[in-house]
């Protein structure tokens, strides 16, 4: 299997190399050429399955050039066996026909562990079978920093460099990120927003002097294996509600469209998945290109759920390449245009092609605390803010669609947000008993300008190595 780039220009690559480049030299984001398929009968046979079973038949299709069936085996083991949940990806039930899939057992408390603790797994195979040395700089919103410092604190081969937006990230993620001890962890502050961060990791890539001379790699969902990852559990989650028999549809709080994403290339694989949806908080840039057609940024405001706080998200590109045909010349004029103007339109066939799978809706601050309040007094679940702003919109999916089985994504842990959840409920959540410390051990961080030859500096002269 090999991965092309959503801009069309530059070369094809194997998953391996697809996996330590991350974004490709002309911009675009890698994906599969071509995207396997289940039959309905492989997909019944998966029932009943560990998820780690579950994950090798679904990422061994795309990897199996790259890595042997054994080092897969091994990478998903190890990567859940750190989990604080046998099933890894639970589902509870919240009302008639609604389940919430609990994707926040792992090590950071947020789905970012399922993919991010993989790659970690695979990224030690690669470079220990290349013998080769990596630099990983990633953008965070809160939680993919906190999981890839998880997964590759420590490293022999890895440096991890993290930049997250100084002030706009909650205590419990920023704590998760400065107080790992190890020497190839580091964590920056960056003068900006989220947008900010993603655009200098982009501009580092784009400065292929730098790239090379750091050996610079991405583990943001730029990088194909963290889609690839997420994947999986649209499959257990689909099949423990009766797939293949019975169609799903899904509610995914989104950001960068990395998990609804995956989503999608679940039913491309051939999983009887009904809608996507697509739930987004008051930035809403998403919700309203679907329902418009125009893609325009109006500036992002902070929210109660800071992952969502996004307006350039990235893996729409990947969406918009499938709904313009697979076409990368149109996807790059797209992207150049948003960038020089703030802005682009979708023709009359891609939104076609985009309203063929996924729905949108948006929930506002207030509606955020409403349902969190509601869901535990009828459940007995307490719901992070993003989750929350999941289920207000599966809800308001539902009412057009009450027959359709609805799983809404629980993207993290109650106690990753605590003033929200207690605004909310009355409740400040606890943190499990693995990190219930996390308040008492010591910080480390850099400030950091929003300025990217200061930024590079910086990188160089504190790698290790
Ligand atoms: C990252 C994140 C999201 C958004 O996911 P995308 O893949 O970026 O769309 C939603 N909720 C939480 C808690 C997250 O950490």
Same mark, same amino acid.
């Given at each position: 299997m090999r991965y092309i780039s959503t801009r069309g220009e530059a070369p094809a690559l194997s998953f391996g190399d697809a996996m330590l480049t991350g /974004? &490709?030299? #002309?911009?675009g984001l890698y994906v599969p050429e071509t995207v396997p398929q289940f039959s309905p009968e492989e997909i019944a046979a +998966?029932?009943? /399955?560990s998820y780690e079973e579950v994950a090798f038949r679904v990422m061994k299709p795309f990897v199996s050039e790259t890595f042997s069936d054994e080092e897969l085996q091994g990478a998903i083991t190890r990567a859940y066996?750190?989990?604080?949940? %046998?099933?890894r990806a639970p589902l509870t039930q919240l009302g008639p026909n609604h389940f919430l899939l609990e994707l926040f057992h792992g090590p950071t408390l947020a789905f970012k562990d399922f993919a991010m603790q993989v790659i970690g797994q695979l990224f030690q195979i690669e470079l220990k079978r290349r013998d080769q040395k990596v630099t990983i700089v990633g953008a965070t919103s809160g939680d993919t920093g906190s999981a890839a410092i998880e997964a590759f604190?420590? /490293? #022999?081969?890895v440096d991890v460099f993290i930049l997250f937006p100084h002030g706009r990230v909650s205590e419990v993620q920023r704590r998760q990120m400065t107080?790992?001890? =190890? &020497?190839?962890v580091h964590a920056f502050a960056l003068e900006g927003d989220f947008d900010d961060c993603q655009a200098k990791l982009k501009d580092m890539f784009n400065d292929f002097d730098f790239r090379d001379e750091v050996g610079l790699a991405g583990v943001n969902s730029i990088n194909f294996a963290r889609v690839l990852a997420q994947i999986v559990y649209y499959f257990t989650a689909a099949l423990s509600l009766g797939a293949p028999g019975r169609p799903v549809s899904f509610s995914v709080p989104t950001g960068n469209f990395g998990d609804i994403f995956a989503g999608f290339l679940a039913k491309e694989m051939g /999983?009887?998945?009904?809608r996507l949806v697509i739930a987004t908080n008051h930035n809403d840039i998403l919700d309203r290109c679907l329902k418009a057609g125009d893609y325009t940024k109006r500036g992002v405001t902070a929210s +109660?759920?800071?992952? +969502?706080? %996004? =307006?350039?998200?990235?893996?729409f590109e990947r969406a918009l390449f499938w709904a313009y045909g697979r076409d990368g010349k149109a996807v790059s004029q797209l992207m150049d245009e948003l960038k020089t103007t703030g802005s682009f339109n979708i023709s009359e066939n891609a939104m076609g092609a985009l309203r063929a799978h996924y729905d949108s809706g948006s929930v506002d601050e207030a509606r955020t605390l409403e349902v969190i309040a509601r869901t535990y007094e009828t459940t007995g679940e307490l719901l992070c803010p993003h989750s929350a702003v999941g289920v207000g919109v599966a809800e308001d999916a539902q009412a057009r669609d009450p027959a359709t089985v609805m799983v809404t994504l629980a993207? &993290?842990?109650?106690a990753k947000f605590p003033d929200a959840v207690e605004k909310a409920s009355g409740l400040r959540p606890a943190l499990p008993?693995? +990190? &219930?410390?996390l308040f008492e051990r010591e910080e480390r961080m850099t400030r950091v300008p929003n300025d990217l030859a200061a930024l590079e500096t910086m990188i160089k002269e504190r790698r290790r190595a």
């Open positions: /974004l &490709a030299r #002309d911009g +998966m029932a009943g /399955l066996a750190g989990f604080g949940h %046998i099933a604190r420590g /490293l #022999d081969n107080t790992p001890v =190890e &020497a190839n /999983l009887p998945v009904e +109660m759920s800071p992952s +969502m706080d %996004i =307006e350039v998200s990235s893996n993207t &993290a842990h109650p008993p693995r +990190m &219930a410390d």
